[in-house]
């Protein structure tokens, strides 16, 4: 499956008075992924954004069809990039992908590290007041990598699995017990023990069975107005 590879610098994010590198545009040359991501390629809130687990987003080319109907006519939908992803194919969904999943991309291995949590600056990226939550309510979410091998990576390189080590912890099974069945305890067990997701996500669901709540999701999705 060949790939798009996209990158952005830290910018002024419209309609607000926050910074953001979610605006990313496709390369056209190979360039060096690391352990914390694409050369060239930035984070506005490294609090929140990038690092180990969180060096590679993918978003799904597949959804964009789906947010066409959804929303309409946007620009942003037209070409990969207007979910902040650096990685775009097709043929790749949270169904199928699963939590663990190790791929070759050009000389480097990444790993599927955790589900993306959609925050507030997708609602000034797409001019959609509510589209964190959106995003997060249809599962349309994208995910993460890890990197396990550094190397050279280019546009149109495959996108190739090549290992399964948690094969029944596809990403919409996380999704749904994260944010839909929120407090079945069987499945926030499995995921506080399952060790290739990220300490993040396992520490969500520790939290939730120590006392009994989901935490209050409204910062992350609402942020600043």
């Known amino acids: 499956m060949p790939t798009t590879l996209l ?3 830290v910018a002024p994010l419209a309609g607000s008075d926050a910074t953001s590198a979610i605006a990313k545009t496709p390369v056209t040359a190979p360039l060096w992924l690391g352990a914390e991501g694409l050369q060239g390629d ?16 993918h978003y799904p080319w597949d959804h964009y069809a789906a947010w066409r109907a959804d929303l309409g006519s946007l620009p ?14 097709a043929g790749l969904t949270e169904d199928g992908v699963a939590v663990g999943d190790i791929f070759r991309l050009g000389g480097a291995l990444v790993q599927v590290s955790q589900g993306r949590q959609p925050c507030w600056k997708l609602n000034h990226r797409l001019g959609v007041p509510d589209m964190a ?8 979410t994208g ?6 091998q550094p190397g050279m990576v280019a546009p149109g ?17 996380l999704w749904r017990a994260m944010y839909v069945d929120r407090l079945n305890r069987a499945e ?14 396992r520490r969500y669901a520790q ?18 107005a």
Do not use: M
Request: proline share 5%; glycine share 10%.
């Open 7 to 9: 990158t952005g610098p």
């Open 42 to 57: 930035a984070q506005a809130d490294r609090r929140v954004h990038g690092g180990p687990e969180k060096a590679l987003h």
């Open 76 to 89: 942003l939908l037209d070409a990969p990039g207007a979910f902040g992803e650096n990685i775009s194919v």
């Open 133 to 140: 939550r959106r995003v997060q309510d249809t599962g349309r």
């Open 143 to 148: 995910w993460y990598y890890r990197v396990l």
């Open 157 to 173: 390189d495959d996108l190739a699995l090549i290992d399964r080590l948690t094969p029944d912890w596809t990403l919409r099974r």
């Open 188 to 201: 926030l067990e499995a995921i506080a023990a399952l060790d290739v997701l990220a300490k993040g996500w």
């Open 207 to 224: 939290r939730r069975l120590d006392s009994g709540r989901v935490e209050d999701w409204r910062p992350r999705l609402e942020g600043q």
